[in-house]
């Protein structure tokens, strides 16, 4: 009876490891997928911005919601520019406007040792920034360009940094 209760007990603790594992992978997907959602989506009233580790929401009763990003990734949204910006440090998902929505562009990102992070076009949104997930704690060199011109600038993505990155004026 007693060999029965141990191997119950030890199946129980796989089966809740197991379940914790998968729970953390689903809740960062819905994270992301939340925070697509409001980046790219009329949300109605909402307010949502997000900082260097959670996305806080803002919703039209006046409550205020806190959802943690996930440990590994950093969301980091960037709005190039000819001619016009604006000043931000944390990102607004659902206020922050960039000048050039629904533009195509080749954007390269490297870390420190030359690795290619991000090597691919992108397409911005109605709200002329792309939306980008990179590993946290490092520091990146990023190239942005479009139709001839180019910005070059360098990130990271340690706690507390900018979310919002309205710096990188294509010339």
């Not at 490891?17 to 729970?23: D, E, R, S, T």
């Not at 919703?59 to 969301?75: A, I, N, Q, R, V």
């Not at 990179?134 to 060199?141: E, F, V």
């Not at 600038?153 to 710096?167: E, M, Q, R, V, Y």
Request: net charge negative; glycine share 6%.
């Amino acid at each position: 009876m007693r060999k029965k209760a141990i191997i119950l007990g030890i199946a129980l603790v796989a089966a809740a490891i197991i379940f914790l594992v998968f729970n953390f992978d689903e809740e960062a997907k819905d994270i992301k997928e939340l925070i697509k959602s409001y980046s790219t989506s009329d949300m109605g009233e909402d307010s949502a911005s997000i900082t260097s580790h959670d996305l806080i929401v803002a919703k039209s009763d006046g409550s205020k919601h806190s959802y943690e990003l996930p440990k590994d990734e950093f969301f980091v949204s960037i709005a190039p520019y000819i001619n016009e910006t604006h000043p931000c440090a944390l990102h607004n998902l659902t206020g922050c406007q960039g000048e050039m929505a629904n533009e195509k562009f080749a954007v390269y990102i490297e870390d420190e040792e030359g690795n290619a992070v991000v090597d691919e076009v992108m397409k911005s949104h109605d709200n002329g920034f792309i939306d980008l997930w990179i590993p946290r704690d490092q520091t990146y060199k990023i190239s942005i360009a479009y139709k001839g011109k180019k910005a070059d600038s360098t990130i990271s993505s340690f706690k507390g940094d900018h979310t919002c990155i309205t710096t990188m004026q294509l010339s």
